[in-house]
């Protein structure tokens, strides 16, 4: 009976993945609690590849993705520096900075980010453009029990989270692969053609829990 009780509450815990094809997720306000955690469906990283399209009018530092484990706060994360003008992945609490990039207000940007700690080498793809592959001092897996979140940066494992870091706008198409992805593969998805969807975060089968006002809504197309 005890073993039943247990049993219905973990399936009423478990979120059903969802097919969010051709939707996004709206952070409609600033807030140090509202966010979206993202279920990972694989541990031990020794490559990644993350890519998302985010849509947004900050104009102050904002996060775009926060993986955290219990080691590291910043294992895999995406960062818009407004005083330096830069996009910069932190990999393993190593920062590489990408200045140069247009990152212009109110307008889709996807941003992908692949590493490997084979090589150490980390590369940024913002709206297709390569950037130049960099060596970050991370040359060991993305090990132990992460935590993903959309809307808020972790400063520590799953908490943290700092209002004037968090997302404002909009985010969509966020996958997450255990290899590096090749250029070819970057540029199916960032023109949204059959690629091959992420085996780590898939956003058409996602695994995800909302906390506080994130909505699910249809991703606003142009009509010709
Ligand atoms: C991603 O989700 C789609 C839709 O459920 C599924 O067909 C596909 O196999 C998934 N891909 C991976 C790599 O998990
Ligand atoms: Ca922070």
Redesign the pocket.
């Known amino acids: 009976m005890k073993l039943l009780l247990l049993l219905a509450m973990l399936t009423a815990c478990a979120a059903v ?1 969802q ?1 969010l094809s051709g939707k996004m997720f709206t952070f409609p306000q600033q807030t140090s609690s509202s966010h979206v955690r993202l279920t990972a ?1 694989k541990q031990n990283l020794a490559a990644a590849t993350v890519c998302h399209r985010s849509f947004t009018d900050l104009r102050r530092d904002h996060i775009l993705f926060s993986l955290a484990t219990p080691s590291s706060a910043n294992d895999f994360l995406i960062f818009w520096d407004e005083a330096n003008q830069e996009i910069e992945p932190h990999i393993k609490n190593v920062k590489t900075e990408y200045k140069g990039m247009d990152y212009k207000n109110n307008m889709w940007h996807s941003i992908c980010t692949t590493w490997d700690s084979v090589d150490g080498l980390v590369q940024l793809w913002f709206d297709g453009q390569p950037t130049i592959r960099k060596f970050v001092n991370a040359q060991s897996s993305i090990a132990g029990a992460p935590i993903i979140i959309l809307g808020q940066e972790q400063d520590s494992h799953g908490g943290g989270f700092d209002m004037k870091q968090c997302f404002i706008g909009m985010m969509s198409d966020v996958h997450m692969w255990d290899h590096t992805l090749s250029s070819c593969e970057i540029q199916k998805y960032v023109d949204g053609l059959n690629f ?4 780590v975060l ?1 956003w ?2 996602l695994d995800f829990q909302i906390t506080g006002r994130v909505l699910i809504e249809d991703k606003q197309k142009m009509c010709y």
Not at 196 to 199: A, E
């Open positions: 993945p097919d469906s091959s969807p992420g085996n898939n058409s089968e």
